[in-house]
């Protein structure tokens, strides 16, 4: 059986790719500097655990045909950092999850990521609700979703206290009668 090659999405600067085996490596190194994650849930880097966040994105895309891409500079080959939707645990939350490494930090790299993932994910895969969350020290994260259109959402809980929650609708299409 054949499957499906999804439809990506593109940007003016960046390429993104479905993740697979071969983006281990750059995810295991991503996750391994504490600029980087200082604010996922351990605030500490953890590259052990690198192999199973990247398996757990894999078989996102295998169970699903969607999820976390691998974002590239259109001007370079190596990885710059992913960016996707996925469901959040074993609920029916989609949620927007972007990360870059820090060498492109402030260049408007996150907005341009996450908002083609959410243009995608209305447009491309008929989403009519997508979710964000940041805890609350991210000043950074938290202004990329806010400047996505998206508003704070208590009933986007997922993971529980620890986290600013927010949320976008579908926009509704106006149709003109002539």
């Keep these: 059986m054949h499957s ?3 439809v990506l999405p593109e940007s003016e600067r960046l ?3 479905q993740f697979k085996r071969m983006d281990i490596a750059f995810t295991m190194d991503y996750l391994s500097h504490p600029l980087t994650t200082r604010y ?12 199973e966040w990247a398996a757990k994105r894999i078989t996102h895309w295998e169970i699903h045909g969607f999820g976390t891409f691998i974002l590239r500079d259109k001007k370079h080959i190596d990885p710059i950092g992913f960016c996707g939707l996925e469901y959040v645990k ?8 972007y990360g870059l490494v820090q060498k ?5 790299l996150a907005f341009e990521a996450a908002q083609t993932c959410i243009q995608y ?4 895969l008929k989403f009519d609700m997508i ?11 938290i202004a990329v979703l806010l400047k996505l259109g998206m508003t704070p959402d208590p009933s986007f809980d997922a993971y529980g206290d620890v986290v600013d929650s927010f949320s976008i609708k579908k926009p509704k299409i106006q149709v003109q009668h002539l």
């Design 4 to 6: 499906k090659k999804p």
């Design 15 to 17: 390429n993104f790719e």
């Design 40 to 51: 996922l849930p351990n605030k500490a880097s953890y590259p052990i655990q690198g192999l």
């Design 90 to 97: 074993d609920t029916l939350f989609i949620d927007i999850r």
């Design 104 to 108: 492109v930090w402030g260049k408007g």
């Design 121 to 124: 994910g209305f447009s491309t």
């Design 131 to 141: 979710y964000g969350a940041a805890v609350p020290e991210n000043k950074s994260s």
